[in-house]
């Protein structure tokens, strides 16, 4: 039984995201509204499917995908890159890799109680968020 991720998620800390922002090459202007946005995480998990929406008041992401099936992603509203990406489980963590134009790129997940920890890293830069389950 893999961990459960499923559910909505509301975001309680946002630890370094402006630093990844930046090794995305994100314009200033856009990290500048980005920093300050509390982000809900909404998760639905069937089996080995999963499908993800980040929300906020400036911009939505969305992304679809199956464990250990690579896809293609367009970081559409983030930086707009496609990347190869494949997410795995590591015992109850969720790793992501993304293989792109930029180094050490992905994200790992998990859950902490009623908490959801995401940490997204890029190049040499890692942002730690701490979500905290809806109930
Ligand atoms: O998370 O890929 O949870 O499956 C942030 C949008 C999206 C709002 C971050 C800020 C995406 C926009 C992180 C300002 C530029 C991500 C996965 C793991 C989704």
Redesign the pocket.
Known sequence: MPAD?SGTWEMVSNDK?DDV?KAMD?DFA??K??VH?K?T?V?VQNGDR?E?????T????E?N?TIGEEFEEH?K???NRVVKTL?TWDGDK?V?VQKGEKQNRG?N?WVEGDQ?H?E?FCENKVCH?VFKKKI
């Open positions: 991720h995201f922002m994100i856009t990290r509204i980005g946005l982000q995480k998760i999963f993800t929406k980040t929300l906020s400036f911009r939505n992401y992304v995908f970081t509203g983030l930086d997410v969720m992501c994200w997940q959801l995401l997204i968020q």
